[in-house]
T-cell receptor, first 113, second 111 residues
Framework: DVKVTQSSRYLVKRTGEKVFLECVQD?????MFWYRQDPGLGLRLIYF???????EKGDIPEGYSVSREKKERFSLILESASTNQTSMYLC????????????FGAGTRLSVL | RKEVEQDPGPFNVPEGATVAFNCTYS??????FFWYRQDCRKEPKLLMS???SGNEDGRFTAQLNRASQYISLLIRDSKLSDSATYLC????????????FGKGTHLIIQP
């Protein structure tokens, strides 16, 4: 089974802090994704990566950056956390970008106070 | 903008009943289709892919209607454990932004 592991289930941070969300997958997938999920808005793509050191913006990249130094690890960075970034963050990986299903981590519920 | 629309529900259905819901998509070039299940406060999990010929997995049947641009999910003999939110996902075959998630249909199976 594919395993996608997110480093934290719950995080509480203060406005202005730099926040790192880590994601590791064990299936040698090329593609990794970061989403946020908010009530009434569904899943929204923040960034994705199709190879090591490659990254592409999704629908809502503002206020976020990402890092993919190793194939198995994809990090989401909030340079200066704000209260509107309070959300559930979900990491996913897949064999291809759109042709097959994605496998999700358990999510990180981030609260920015 | 590519859209994937679902009735948010909730659908309240008695245990043992058959329930079906649809999902419409706006991009006629869409090439891949999936149903995901998401339990409360958990991550989405791939339930099944949807093929042009339709496919069945136990009590679950998925259908694709390209002419009318919708996919459907049918659940027979529903169980209490089927209570969840079902997400429709459509891929255009392009980049990752070619995967569009619906906002989900909330299903509640009642004893």
């Amino acid at each position: 089974d594919v395993k996608v592991t997110q480093s934290s289930r719950y995080l509480v941070k203060r406005t202005g802090e730099k926040v790192f969300l880590e994601c590791v997958q064990d299936m040698d997938h090329e593609n990794m994704f970061w989403y946020r999920q908010d009530p009434g808005l569904g899943l929204r793509l923040i960034y994705f990566s199709y190879d090591v050191k490659m990254k592409e913006k999704g629908d809502i990249p503002e206020g976020y950056s990402v890092s993919r130094e190793k194939k198995e690890r994809f990090s989401l960075i909030l340079e200066s956390a704000s209260t509107n970034q309070t959300s559930m963050y979900l990491c996913a990986s897949s064999l291809s970008l759109a042709g097959v299903g994605q496998y999700f981590g358990a999510g990180t519920r981030l609260s920015v106070l | 903008r590519k859209e994937v629309e679902q009735d948010p529900g909730p659908f309240n259905v008695p245990e043992g009943a058959t329930v079906a819901f649809n999902c419409t998509y706006s991009n006629s070039a869409s090439q891949s289709f999936f149903w995901y299940r998401q339990d409360c406060r958990k991550e989405p999990k791939l339930l099944m892919s949807v093929y042009s010929s339709g496919n069945e997995d136990g009590r679950f049947t998925a259908q694709l209607n390209r002419a009318s641009q919708y996919i459907s999910l049918l659940i027979r003999d529903s169980k209490l454990s089927d209570s969840a939110t079902y997400l429709c996902v459509v891929g255009s075959g392009g980049g990752a932004d070619g995967l569009t998630f619906g906002k989900g249909t909330h299903l509640i199976i009642q004893p």
